[in-house]
């Protein structure tokens, strides 16, 4: 037997016919399969475990879930960010050097997200663009326009991604 959560199905001779099995169920219910922390189990184990096993028993979890506690990630994770940039204005040349890195690697990740789902912003912005006008900046001294970047483009722009992850969310979601 192979037991999907709460789906089974009795094992077919070839291992090939129950992978299909497993991902086609997988697939028709937005389901992937994770181990005891939720993680996914990568396709080599779920093969192996099949292959190997008389009974074969996995945890599932929806994929909407895992997109939902995403978003919440994201959200919290932008909550975090702000304050920090709000601190730099009380500090040092290479602090706010440090902050302005900081946060372009945050906004790379979180545009990396806003990718992956889909989601339109209407803010226009290139990362790279701006990390390379920050860095002649810095190289002429003006650090302040580290400053009004953070302020003036990056804040609304992580104010838009938290806004719009938020209603990505699906109420009782989770």
């Known amino acids: 037997m192979i037991h999907l959560g709460t789906y089974s199905f009795k094992k077919l001779p070839s291992l090939e ?23 996914p189990l990568p396709d080599s184990t779920i093969t192996s475990r099949i292959n190997d096993e008389e009974t074969s028993t996995f945890k599932v979890k929806s994929t909407l879930i895992i997109e939902q506690e995403t978003l919440l990630e994201a959200i919290e994770y932008i909550d975090n960010i702000e304050p920090q940039i709000e601190v730099l204005h009380n500090s040092d040349q290479d602090m706010i050097i440090n902050g302005f890195v900081n946060a372009m690697e945050s906004l790379v990740y979180l545009d990396k997200l806003v990718s992956h789902f889909n989601i339109d912003i209407s803010i226009d912005y290139n990362l790279e663009n701006a990390s390379q006008k920050a860095l002649k900046q810095v190289e002429d001294g003006n650090v302040d326009y580290l400053l009004d970047l953070l302020e003036f483009s990056f804040t609304p722009l992580l104010g838009e991604m938290k806004t719009k992850f938020q209603e990505r969310i699906v109420p009782n979601g989770l």
């Open 17 to 39: 016919k129950n992978l299909q099995t497993v991902q086609q169920h997988l697939t028709d219910n937005k389901l992937i399969i994770v181990d005891a922390e939720g993680i």
